[in-house]
């Protein structure tokens, strides 16, 4: 069964931390892009952060510059988004997805998405 498994949310407080992990089944990472996007209540959804390995590349959104990276462990076959210096405007719920790593990191379209995770919900307090 394809799956995507995210996890690793929760509340925390500004300038805390946390480490999203997502782990894929019944396909391997290595051809695919893994986003992850997150969307506030009220608000579009926003692609934070990507990672590709075929071909490389990594993605980091404008927002979370400088404060979020993102990472791969073959092994594991699962893909990190590490969280630093959280502030109240990054709550929202977190998913992570996968594309054709051909497709590239950045401006994929939804109908180019081929798996969704659940999401993962992250408070941040003030």
């Known amino acids: 069964e394809v799956q995507l498994q995210a996890s690793g949310g929760g509340l925390v407080q500004a300038g805390e931390s946390l480490r999203l992990s997502c782990v894929a089944s019944?396909?391997?990472?290595?051809?695919?892009?893994i986003g992850w996007f997150r969307q506030a209540p009220g608000k579009e959804r926003e692609e934070v952060s990507c990672?590709?390995?075929?071909?490389?590349?990594?993605y980091v959104g404008d927002s979370v510059k400088g404060r979020f990276t993102t990472s791969s462990d073959n092994a594991k076959n699962t893909v990190y988004l590490q969280m630093n210096s959280l502030k109240p405007e990054d709550t929202a719920v977190y998913y992570c997805?996968?594309?054709?790593?051909?497709?590239?990191?950045?401006?994929?379209?939804?109908?180019?998405?081929?798996?969704w995770g659940q999401g993962t919900l992250v408070t941040v307090s003030s």
């Open positions: 019944g396909f391997t990472v290595d051809d695919y892009a």
């Open positions: 990672f590709s390995r075929n071909p490389v590349g990594t």
């Open positions: 997805a996968a594309w054709w790593g051909r497709i590239g990191c950045l401006g994929v379209r939804t109908d180019e998405i081929d798996y």
